[in-house]
Nanobody
Framework: QVQLLESGGGLVQPGGSLRLSCAVS????????MGWFRQVPGKEREFVAS?????????YADSVKGRFTISRRNYGAMAAWLQMNNLKPEDTAVYYC???????????????????WGQGTQVTVSY
């Protein structure tokens, strides 16, 4: 069993920065790629970024390229982060951390491929 817990969300002004964290507990050896998604009310969950287990491969949505950076740590307590810079009002959403099972070696970019999800953390970009 794997549990994911996000933290670091909040209110920030346009142009500001936030760093989201995702703590992994349970059977962390059973997961492979990790990703971040976001969702606003009335819309489908949207891909933001993903990273391979080795952290050698990363993927980003076009809307966040050059502004967001995904990273992870596999030793000790497994964790992942999403550094968000130059935030815009359209980045406002609930952000979710997700992971795929170890049997899946793809660095997925679609929500349906992910097996484990956190509860989400709210990010609001506004004056």
């Amino acid at each position: 069993q794997v549990q994911l817990l996000e933290s670091g969300g909040g209110l920030v002004q346009p142009g500001g920065s936030l760093r989201l964290s995702c703590a992994v507990s349970g059977s962390s050896d059973s997961i492979n790629a990790m990703g971040w998604f976001r969702q606003v009310p009335g819309k489908e969950r949207e891909f933001v970024a993903s990273i391979s287990r080795s952290a050698t491969s990363t993927y980003y949505a076009d809307s966040v390229k050059g502004r967001f950076t995904i990273s992870r740590r596999n030793y000790g307590a497994m964790a992942a982060w999403l550094q968000m810079n130059n935030l815009k009002p359209e980045d406002t959403a609930v952000y979710y951390c997700a992971a795929v099972k170890r049997t899946n070696w793809a660095v997925e970019t679609t929500a349906q491929k992910y097996d484990y999800w956190g509860q989400g953390t709210q990010v609001t970009v506004s004056y």
